[in-house]
């Protein structure tokens, strides 16, 4: 596929021929200058934080809340009338490699065996343009997990920053399309270019100070399920906010309700949490995991052990947000390395 | 603060061992200086870990919520804020006083790891402390000095009351007030904006909001078994994520701890879209002292005035 040089000087007039055809979406602050992915009318007023932005991207392919159906009923009748989101095409650009992958774990959850139409729209619909980090935030490990600095799969196009251009490669047909429509006079990017990407991409990974050994994590986490003093210990502090869940760029869980006045009204689902008191909480009123210790074995379970069951792959990327955001700080990979002082319990 | 936490550590250590408590909840440090976690101590030997350091963040009277009398009795590390939040939760009777034993910290201030960031690369930071005006942060490069103004938490800046009011132990010296007439600059700006800008500020500060309820879950005033924003039957607000039903929530929120929040910057802290909570609730506190002479946590005896109903009132039954 071909890469191509964007001086940096031209990266804004790149972004407004990308625009012309779709909506642009990339980190903007609002006017109490709070980063979001929100979308973009002008090129200058996308800001890049170094590392990965505060929030993940994941509510631009599944928002906070989204309506699924409309209804309206009588006595003897009733109309159902279902609202799929719009197909608008949309690129999102200033996505980081850990999550665009995200998206990609995310895509097994909701693309498998019976594809979400919300979510296939939005993700049909949307071209990710992530760009290579170049600084590692503290909380960042996602070299010990995974090559996303590298391979950035998950990514339609990527841009590493070099010298005074981007590297712009094409990593899949959407990308190479995109690149097709947009790319102009850019020259194509030389061997020694390509090989300049690899050389950013391998700093970065060594600039990361968490460094963890991630060498059989899942029959690891497998072995510990029984252990309940080790999850206790490590969630004791746990408040049992939504905060690591919601940040988290793979969390996908939801909750589907209705919402009714007069006969009218619509079904709509809303991010949930495996940490919200009432996730598991069944009609009888029953509990199948009652205590904050056994949600946050659930989270640390469903990361390393369940999510390579179903899908084959990690659900952890290493963006580190769920140890940023905490208000007790609880780090998820200090708890992996917790477990290999562990003794070997016997399965539950 | 290394005297102070061997003085802490001491403390503990001896209070475990005589067995007048069960357990110590205070903090410790996790990999990084700026990432500190509660820290629950049932061992003297579990006190070795204890720090106190500028960012001990979270109030840790969040943790008695629940405790029941049979546990004995739970020693806690308490800012001045964190005392008050003792003292409300004594007053609004969710606690008794014989169930805590109070490790009194005066505190000079919690560093924002945010502003912090600002200044320097946080993953060269090695230490950092608070002396009087100043903020000193250890890199591998040496030492250096910033004001405390640029560097400490909102709260801390407008902090009243940094001497826990209420201890068993008090470590250390008390400190001098940073803003003894709590004045408040961003509250007058508040303050002087017309209702119509106002409620535009706030209303696109709630549609950030995620409702992943953090603001609630940090709070050591917030201790309904069930919080009004989440409950199924009845169920008072949609958990669709709008602009509206996030006001909503925001807002009754801010209603159900007016008089009650003692201003610890729990959740300004951990709200991950940075809504002004602060803000709203030093609002709502300021309302309720002027109209009530009420200022929340400094009196044991003195229950909220929303939480009060008094037949004497010369407003009671007059049919409003």
Known sequence: MKSYLL??????????????????????ADADGVLDWREVSDPAQIVLPPGVPDLPVKKLFFPTSETMLQYAYRADKAAVVAT?????????????????????????????????????????????????????????????????????????????????AYLVAALTHKGEDLLAATAGDLPEATEADLARQAEVAAATAAAQTRKIDMEGVTELVRAAYGDEDFWKEHAEACVGCGVCTFLCPTCTCFDVRDDAISGRGQRFRCWDT????????????????????????????????????????????????CLRGCASHSDIAATIEDLKKQPVTPDE | ??????????????????????????????????????????????????????????????YLRGLKPEEGKVA??????????VTALLAEHQLTRDQVYLLGVPCEGLVDVDKLAQKVRLAEVQAVRVEGQMVLVTTAAGEQRFPAEDLLEDCCRLCQYPNPLVVDEMLGEEVTPRNPDGEDAELARLEAMSPAERQEYFRRAFSRCVRCYACVRTCPMCYCTTCFAVQNKPQWLP??????????????????????????????RVCPVNLPLRLLNAKMAKEVQE??????????EKPPPLATFDSQDRDAGEGH
């Open chain 1, 7 to 28: 001086p940096k000087t031209q990266l804004a007039s790149w972004l407004s021929r990308v625009q012309a055809d779709r909506t642009l979406y990339a980190p903007v």
């Open chain 1, 84 to 164: 799929p989101p719009p197909a608008t095409p949309f690129a999102v650009f200033g996505v980081r490699p850990c999550d665009a992958l995200a998206q990609q774990v995310a895509d097994l959850v909701f693309l498998g065996d019976l594809p979400d139409p919300y979510y296939q729209a939005r993700r049909d619909a949307g071209t990710i343009i992530a760009v290579n980090c170049t600084e590692a935030l503290p909380e960042c490990f996602c070299a010990s997990l995974n090559d996303c600095l590298t391979e950035a799969p998950g990514a339609d196009v990527l841009l590493t920053p070099l010298d005074d």
């Open chain 1, 274 to 321: 495996c940490q919200f008191a009432d996730f598991s909480q069944e009609a009888s009123g029953h509990d199948a995991r009652a205590h904050q210790w056994q949600k946050q074995r659930n989270r640390i379970c469903h990361k390393f052990w369940y999510s390579v069951d179903r899908t084959g792959v990690l659900s952890c990327v290493g963006c580190g947000r």
């Open chain 2, 1 to 62: 603060m290394p005297n102070q936490t061997d003085q802490l550590r001491q403390s503990c250590r001896r209070l475990l061992s005589e067995g007048t408590v069960t357990k110590v909840i205070g903090y410790r440090e996790g990999r990084a200086p700026y990432h500190v976690s509660p820290h629950f101590a049932t061992t003297p030997e579990d006190c070795d870990a204890l720090v106190l350091t500028p960012f001990c963040t979270q109030n840790l009277v969040r």
């Open chain 2, 76 to 85: 806690l590390v308490v800012k001045g804020c964190d005392a008050r939040a």
């Open chain 2, 239 to 268: 958990r669709t994520v709008g602009t509206d039903e996030n006001e909503m929530f925001q807002l009754g929120r801010a209603m159900h701890l007016a008089g009650r929040c003692v201003q610890c910057g729990g959740c300004d």
């Open chain 2, 291 to 300: 109209a009530y002479a009420h200022v929340s946590g400094l009196d044991a």
